[in-house]
């Protein structure tokens, strides 16, 4: 009598368990589930690759403050560099005098045709 409670008692755990297995694993298959899980995925990669990429930029922008140095050394650059040359162009033509104030200036216009590529031709 005992072998046959045993056994049936065996029977009954073992289907429990597959019967468990079997619908944890079709949850897991449901589309809903699986698009948790590929969002998931997804974020994980696009934090693992921002973290590289934030690395290299860090490591690149290190490499170049480190040889600008060099190169600084090697051509005798100062560190304090004067300012820069005033400007060659004007953006006002001054056709007139300074003394005339009562004119007012021209400006440098703009070449007539367009460069929109998106005209017809």
Known sequence: MFRRTFWFTTGV??????????NRKLKQLTPESLAAGAAHKALETGQR???RAVGFALD????MAQREAELTDAL???ADPALPAPRTSPAIENTHSTQ???T???YIEAPMHSYNRNEDH
């Open 13 to 22: 755990a073992a289907g429990v368990w597959a019967t468990t297995k079997v």
């Open 49 to 51: 690759m921002r973290d």
């Open 60 to 63: 690149v922008r290190d490499n």
């Open 76 to 78: 005798g650059i100062d």
């Open 100 to 102: 005339n104030h009562g």
């Open 104 to 106: 007012t200036p021209k």
